[in-house]
């Protein structure tokens, strides 16, 4: 997905902005960057690799020789950002949070108005922050342009401009991205958690309203462009994506998780030994289950975080399933001969979870009960690039679907997401013998909204219900 993070001051702002950006690693796994304007040397910028090496030990020599009193950050899962653009709007640096389904369209359309060439990255794509930029050099000034980015772009995207002026921030049209304000007495600081700004000192002072223009500088916060009225925010923050410490919309993503466990615990009616969350998402979810369900919670595995954070994972899958069974190191004592209930976040290929419930047995467990703490994922997410994956048969519910209709093209996949139809009921059989679970249910819909406590009209579901 990619954070990112902001600062205006009246002092230098790169030690806030190092460890501001620092701590949305969590949200990537590939580029990280920093830039920076000082108005004696002009931009400075910095973009590194952080696969395999932590964002601090890669940016410590960049943030003692960086100098500047305005400046963004970005922890981004693919593209390497923030850019510097020069154009008739000035010299500027850019990064974005989202996705842009309708790529080669928008690019054709600028080729049609003059514009010459895009760079490509490694892989053959289009940077989607340099498209964004290009976008926004179509109008006469930064505010129109912005404007005109995110009335073509279909998809999603969320874009923080650092300016000689200030920050221009841009929350996503439909606002499934969070921008949360932060201020202290020598200035604000702009940021996707909200959690990230508050051991620096700031306070949290207002959430950008969905499609909201706003300038940031060490003075004050202005909306240059009104909110709209429809908000479609990603429910997959509070379930997965979000910090423990984070709240998007007032609404804690750690208290959430415990409603959510809770709410899944009052549908069961299994009795196991403990309870148990996969590190580190599930664990909220497990403790809530366990707190309602009063049965106890243990930890039987223990995630190895010295060298295998999550924001180091690599890209490829097949890598990315073997780190995710390295880092769990098994407590034998909590495992041999006990009935288990783990809950996880969510079952996207099922590889991972296959893998750790084969490995709980391998370690003695008599039974393995699997609690996602969200529904069946049905659809690829069109928005936040929630999952890179080529194709939604990449799901597992599809290959199982598939499996027990044929020509999926013509199925309608309303009845996999309800969870009183028979086909629901058959396509988590299916999935629960295919991935050696004693038994699955997954959490309802319903419940997970209720767990928000946000109306569903004001959260994106599209991933389970398809519903836009």
Same mark, same amino acid.
């Given at each position: 997905?990619?954070?990112?993070?902001?600062?205006?001051?009246?002092?230098?702002?790169?030690?806030?902005?190092?460890?501001?950006?620092?701590?949305?690693?969590?949200?990537?796994?590939?580029?990280?960057?920093?830039?920076?304007?000082?108005?004696?040397?002009?931009?400075?910028?910095?973009?590194?690799?952080?696969?395999?090496?932590?964002?601090?030990?890669?940016?410590?020599?960049?943030?003692?020789?960086?100098?500047?009193?305005?400046?963004?950050?970005?922890?981004?899962?693919?593209?390497?950002?923030?850019?510097?653009?020069?154009?008739?709007?000035?010299?500027?640096?850019?990064?974005?949070?989202?996705?842009?389904?309708? !790529?080669?369209?928008?690019?054709?359309?600028?080729? =049609?108005? %003059?514009?010459?060439?895009?760079? *490509?990255?490694?892989? /053959?794509? &289009?940077?989607?922050?340099?498209?964004?930029?290009?976008?926004?050099?179509?109008?006469?000034?930064?505010?129109?342009?912005?404007?005109?980015?995110?009335?073509?772009?279909?998809?999603?995207?969320?874009?923080?401009?650092?300016?000689?002026?200030?920050?221009?921030?841009?929350?996503?049209?439909?606002?499934?991205?969070?921008?949360?304000?932060?201020?202290?007495?020598?200035?604000?600081? !702009?940021?996707?958690?909200?959690?990230?700004?508050? =051991?620096? %000192?700031?306070?949290?002072?207002? *959430?950008?309203?969905? /499609?909201? &223009?706003?300038?940031?500088?060490?003075?004050?916060?202005?909306?240059?462009?009104?909110?709209?009225?429809?908000?479609?925010?990603?429910?997959?923050?509070?379930?997965?994506?979000?910090?423990?410490?984070?709240?998007?919309?007032?609404?804690?993503?750690?208290?959430?998780?415990?409603?959510?466990?809770?709410?899944?615990?009052?549908?069961?009616?299994?009795?196991?030994?403990?309870?148990?969350?996969?590190?580190?998402?599930?664990?909220?979810?497990?403790? %809530?289950?366990?707190?309602?369900?009063?049965?106890?919670?243990?930890?039987?595995?223990?995630?190895?975080?010295?060298?295998?954070?999550?924001?180091?994972?690599?890209?490829?899958?097949?890598?990315?399933?073997?780190?995710?069974?390295?880092?769990?190191?098994?407590?034998?004592?909590?495992?041999?001969?006990?009935?288990?209930?783990?809950?996880?976040?969510?079952?996207?290929?099922?590889?991972?979870?296959?893998?750790?419930?084969?490995?709980?047995?391998?370690?003695?467990?008599?039974?393995?009960?699997?609690?996602?703490?969200?529904?069946?994922?049905?659809?690829?997410?069109?928005?936040?690039?929630?999952?890179?994956?080529?194709?939604?048969?990449?799901?597992?519910?599809?290959?199982?679907?598939?499996?027990?209709?044929?020509?999926?093209?013509?199925?309608?996949?309303?009845?996999?997401?309800?969870?009183?139809?028979?086909?629901?009921?058959?396509?988590?059989?299916?999935?629960?013998?295919?991935?050696?679970?004693?038994?699955?249910?997954?959490?309802?819909?319903?419940?997970?909204?209720?767990?928000?406590?946000?109306?569903?009209?004001?959260?994106?579901?599209?991933?389970?219900?398809?519903?836009?």
């Amino acid at each position: 997905m990619g954070g990112f993070f902001g600062v205006a001051s009246k002092k230098d702002c790169v030690f806030d902005l190092f460890f501001g950006t620092d701590y949305h690693s969590h949200l990537g796994t590939r580029r990280a960057g920093m830039a920076v304007y000082n108005s004696e040397t002009g931009f400075e910028r910095a973009i590194h690799n952080i696969e395999n090496a932590p964002f601090r030990t890669k940016f410590d020599k960049d943030v003692n020789d960086m100098k500047g009193g305005v400046g963004i950050g970005c922890i981004s899962d693919y593209e390497p950002q923030p850019l510097l653009v020069r154009s008739h709007h000035g010299t500027y640096a850019i990064t974005t949070v989202g996705k842009i389904n309708n !790529v080669d369209a928008l690019v054709q359309q600028i080729f =049609n108005t %003059g514009h010459s060439h895009f760079l *490509e990255m490694s892989g /053959g794509d &289009i940077n989607a922050t340099e498209l964004v930029a290009s976008l926004i050099n179509q109008r006469a000034n930064l505010i129109e342009g912005i404007s005109y980015a995110q009335q073509v772009i279909d998809g999603s995207m969320t874009i923080e401009i650092l300016t000689p002026v200030g920050i221009y921030v841009a929350r996503d049209k439909l606002g499934r991205t969070p921008v949360s304000i932060g201020k202290k007495d020598d200035g604000y600081c !702009v940021s996707f958690e909200s959690f990230a700004y508050l =051991n620096l %000192g700031y306070k949290e002072y207002r *959430e950008l309203g969905p /499609g909201e &223009i706003a300038i940031v500088t060490p003075e004050e916060v202005r909306t240059l462009m009104d909110p709209g009225k429809e908000m479609k925010i990603c429910t997959f923050l509070w379930v997965y994506y979000g910090y423990p410490s984070s709240s998007y919309e007032g609404i804690s993503v750690e208290k959430m998780r415990n409603n959510c466990g809770a709410l899944m615990a009052k549908r069961d009616n299994v009795k196991p030994d403990s309870v148990s969350g996969v590190p580190d998402s599930g664990l909220a979810h497990a403790i %809530g289950y366990s707190n309602e369900s009063g049965i106890p919670f243990t930890r039987p595995f223990i995630k190895y975080t010295p060298t295998w954070p999550r924001s180091f994972m690599p890209t490829i899958q097949s890598q990315r399933n073997l780190i995710a069974k390295m880092k769990l190191i098994p407590v034998q004592d909590l495992i041999k001969d006990k009935s288990l209930l783990l809950i996880d976040d969510s079952i996207v290929r099922g590889t991972q979870l296959r893998e750790t419930t084969e490995f709980l047995y391998e370690s003695g467990a008599r039974e393995v009960h699997v609690r996602p703490a969200c529904p069946p994922l049905l659809y690829g997410c069109k928005y936040l690039n929630f999952s890179r994956s080529t194709s939604e048969m990449e799901l597992i519910t599809r290959r199982i679907i598939k499996e027990m209709e044929g020509d999926i093209s013509k199925v309608n996949l309303d009845v996999y997401a309800n969870p009183d139809a028979p086909e629901y009921r058959e396509m988590i059989s299916r999935i629960c013998e295919k991935l050696n679970f004693t038994t699955l249910a997954f959490n309802r819909l319903d419940d997970m909204i209720e767990a928000v406590g946000l109306p569903k009209d004001r959260l994106c579901t599209y991933c389970w219900d398809g519903q836009e």
